[in-house]
């Protein structure tokens, strides 16, 4: 079993930057792809940006340039910086793990961009 933790939310204005935090239980080394997700209201959810062990990563069109995923495989966690952010950034940024054919997801965590 992992579980995930995110932190990290927050109410922020358009153009302000923002780090998000997702803890693992379990040796982040273990799960092959971890990533970030969003689910804003009305829309469906979708990837932000992943990363694995090995640190390819993958993002989003909409948030290439400004959104940075990494990961510190000795605190087994995994981040995402978030700047020049906008309002449509405003979501629920969920954390994913796939460890084997199981994926795992966090709690999730707000995010707010408002003037």
């Known amino acids: 079993q992992v579980q995930l933790v995110e932190s990290g939310r927050g109410l922020v204005q358009p153009g302000e930057s923002l780090r998000l935090s997702c803890a693992a239980s379990?040796?982040?080394?273990?799960?092959?792809?971890m990533g970030w997700y969003r689910h804003a209201p009305g829309k469906q959810r979708e990837l932000v940006a992943t990363?694995?062990?090995?640190?390819?990563?993958n993002y989003a069109d909409s948030m290439k340039g400004r959104f940075t995923i990494s990961r510190d495989n000795a605190k087994n966690t995994v981040y995402l910086q978030m700047n020049s952010l906008k309002p449509e950034d405003t979501a629920v940024y969920y954390c994913?793990?796939?460890?084997?054919?199981?994926?795992?997801w966090g709690q999730g965590t707000q995010v707010t961009v408002s003037s």
């Open positions: 994913n793990g796939e460890r084997g054919l199981i994926g795992y």
């Open positions: 990363i694995t062990t090995g640190g390819s990563t």
């Open positions: 379990v040796s982040i080394l273990t799960i092959y792809r």
